[in-house]
């Protein structure tokens, strides 16, 4: 029974990450339609807290209190972390390819190592150089450099790309303070509100609000919030509820395999050997990231337990 429990925690998890792994088949109708990776975000960042905020007021309403001093965080999440994230990673799939798009954004982690340091003075060992040189390797196969030298994708997407993995990074660091003082569904949604908001002020999505008159607009909109935003959260959170953060951030990485497979069976993308490398290396990087981790949290339990 407890390896049934086990099993169905895994999926869940699993299950969250796959629905992000979708997130291509629901931008490009939206691109075919007229509208750019700007106006996208924007898209996903309001239908996304209308999704949350209902969710929440209905089930959760406890939870929408929070402190004023917080928002800071909350802000500073949702406009340089959730809306330059995915602008980056939206701009890189528009120019090159799903696969390229997801493989740079997960550099991510790398960028949670190094910032770390600077910001929380978390150490910075061996096995995490050798992480960030796997990344880095990989990248350069993903994106032609290797083994031939010669990168067929341009600078500015592979730099665009790069910054995904920054901006994406950023979450971390604005959420590790507040996090012991609320739960992951209520920053979401606030970081969100703040996305929303800043999306809005800045996006052309009011004056192309004709183009949702095309009911081939509604179902990708509803389903890159619905699917690949909320329904990837509440799963994957429900998950991590059992998990060690380490371990599900592993299960994660099943995110860009699904991205990959996406680009290749639906939206006609192709992949050489070395390429897959690549994609291999960086999701390498990344677990071992999360195993150290990990095997630290452990090592301090066991402490702890000796202690008392």
Not at 51 to 63: D, G, T, W, Y
Not at 65 to 86: E, M, P, Q, V, W
Not at 100 to 127: D, M, N
Request: hydrophobic content about 55%.
């Amino acid at each position: 029974m407890k390896k049934l429990l086990s099993l169905r925690i895994y999926l869940i998890t699993i299950a969250g990450a796959a629905c992000w792994g979708l997130i291509g088949l629901f931008i490009a109708p939206l691109y075919a339609r007229g509208f750019t990776p700007w106006e996208v975000v924007a898209i996903r960042g309001i239908f996304t807290f209308v999704f949350l905020f209902l969710f929440m007021a209905v089930f959760c309403r406890n939870q929408l209190r929070t402190r004023l001093k917080d928002h800071l965080f909350f802000a500073g999440a949702g406009i340089f972390s959730i809306a330059f994230y995915n602008f980056f990673y939206f701009e890189v799939f528009s120019q090159s390819s799903i696969s390229l798009a997801v493989t740079l954004l997960y550099t991510g982690p790398l960028f949670v190592t190094i910032l770390s340091r600077l910001f929380f003075k978390e150490p910075l060992t061996v096995r995490k150089g050798w992480a960030l040189i796997l990344a880095v390797t990989g990248c350069a196969f993903v994106v032609g450099l290797l083994p031939f030298g010669q990168g067929g994708i341009p600078v500015r997407t592979l730099v665009m790309g790069v910054l995904s993995g920054f901006c994406y990074a950023l979450y971390s660091i604005f959420c590790k303070p507040i996090t012991k003082r609320y739960s992951a569904l209520t920053i979401t949604t606030y970081t969100f509100l703040y996305t929303s908001i800043f999306m809005l002020l800045t996006s052309d999505i009011l004056s192309n609000i004709h183009l949702f008159s095309h009911g081939d607009v509604w179902m990708p909109a509803l389903l890159l919030a619905l699917v690949a935003t909320v329904g990837g959260f509440l799963f994957y959170t429900s998950g991590l509820k059992h998990l060690e953060a380490s371990k599900a951030s592993i299960l994660a990485t099943i995110e860009p395999l699904i991205a990959v497979l996406t680009g290749v069976l639906f939206l006609g993308e192709h992949l050489k050997g070395w390429q897959f490398i690549g994609i291999g290396l960086v999701l390498y990087s990344a677990v071992l990231v999360a195993e150290k981790e990990n095997k630290r949290k452990q090592a301090a339990d066991i402490h702890n337990i000796n202690v008392q």
